[in-house]
Every structure is written in C-alpha cells, then in structure tokens.
C-alpha cells in the first residue's frame, strides 16, 4: 500500500515497537543443516547494528520466527532483545498478545516479514515493511521494501529509514561522529 511520504512519516513518530520475522529478513532464508541435523544461521553484522540503533531510540524489539533455533536465542541475548517468539504458528496472536501487554495499539507497530505467515501482522501494522525477493502479495501489502535482500542489511536499512522518517537520524549520526 503506497502513502506519501509525508502519511509514512507521521506514522513512523507513533512507532514504539518494531517487529522482524527472522528467516528471509534477519537471515537469508537458506535453512542449511550439517551431517548430525544441527541447524546453522547466517546473520549480517550490519543489521545487528541498526537493529541496536532502534533500541537506542527507545524502540522496543521482538522477533517472531516460525522455526525454533537456539541461534535465534544466542542471536537475539546478543542484541538484548527479550521479546523472542519461536515455533509461532499464529504470528498476528503472538503480536496482539505483546501489544496488549506492552499497553500497546497495532498503529504503534512496524513489522517486516518476508512470507505468507507475516502477512496478516503486515496488514495490520502501521508500518509494514519486506524485502524486494518477498513475494508479490507481501511487496503489494508493503509500505517500505529495503533495497537489499533478507540477511543482506535489510533490517539495517529498515532501521535507517525508520529514523529517518521519524527525524532521529542526525541525532543517531551525532552520537557516532564523536
């Protein structure tokens, strides 16, 4: 759903929590297993990074991810987020359930997902945001594609024009330049 830019940046000063699916945003989406079954994750370091902004401007984080890894867990401790859902079959309970207790309303949402199970939290958040190898229905449902690919910096560029549009990215800038 196409909205000015202006109707984005207003809606993007309302954000106070921002939702990421994990494979096919934080990660590639390649699932890759060794010989004993175990399962491995690549993520970008520069995501990490944008994702560590957000919170740095007061923005709550969660993930929500359909498959269970131990890697998210580590991943996600590492980033100091400790909204982490797993093994999510009903994506759009798991976040009314976390807005409803956070004192939160789905127009303080920013969600990226990549799939058909982030479509109906997607719809429903003030902010929906994917990435450009999405399928058409998700990029069609979408508000922001990230110019790169799921793993490839997607979230950090998602987190960069979140602040932007919500008029904190020179204060980001200020903070590092010293």
Same mark, same amino acid.
């Given at each position: 759903? &196409?909205?000015? !830019?202006? *109707?984005?940046?207003?809606? %993007?000063?309302?954000?106070?929590?921002?939702?990421? =699916?994990?494979?096919?945003?934080?990660?590639?989406?390649?699932?890759?297993?060794?010989?004993?079954?175990?399962?491995? &994750?690549?993520?970008?370091?520069? *995501?990490?990074?944008?994702? &560590?902004?957000?919170?740095?401007?007061?923005?709550?984080?969660?993930l929500v991810t359909g498959r269970r890894s131990s890697i998210v867990?580590? /991943?996600?401790?590492?980033?100091?987020?400790?909204?982490?859902?797993?093994?999510?079959?009903? &994506? /759009?309970?798991?976040? =009314?359930?976390?807005?409803?207790?956070?004192?939160?309303?789905?127009?303080?949402?920013?969600?990226?997902? *990549?799939?058909?199970? *982030?479509?109906?939290?997607?719809?429903?958040? %003030?902010? !929906?945001?994917?990435?450009?190898?999405?399928?058409?229905?998700?990029? %069609? !449902?979408?508000?922001?594609? !990230?110019?790169?690919?799921?793993?490839?910096?997607?979230?950090?560029?998602?987190?960069?024009?979140?602040?932007?549009?919500?008029?904190?990215?020179?204060?980001?800038?200020? /903070?590092?330049? =010293?």
């Open positions: 759903m &196409k909205l000015s !830019a202006e *109707d984005l940046a207003q809606r %993007a000063r309302q954000i106070r929590l921002v939702g990421f =699916d994990v494979d096919g945003i934080l990660t590639p989406g390649t699932l890759i297993f060794d010989e004993q079954g175990r399962e491995t &994750k690549s993520f970008h370091s520069r *995501d990490g990074v944008g994702l &560590k902004l957000l919170q740095q401007a007061g923005l709550t984080l969660a867990t580590l /991943r996600a401790r590492e980033l100091g987020i400790t909204h982490v859902f797993q093994g999510v079959h009903d &994506k /759009r309970q798991v976040m =009314d359930t976390l807005l409803s207790g956070l004192g939160l309303h789905w127009e303080q949402l920013a969600y990226m997902g *990549d799939d058909l199970p *982030d479509l109906s939290v997607l719809c429903r958040s %003030a902010l !929906a945001l994917t990435v450009p190898e999405a399928p058409e229905e998700i990029r %069609a !449902a979408a508000h922001w594609v !990230a110019p790169v690919g799921g793993g490839m910096g997607a979230a950090r560029a998602a987190a960069t024009w979140l602040l932007q549009a919500r008029g904190e990215w020179a204060r980001v800038l200020e /903070r590092w330049a =010293d």
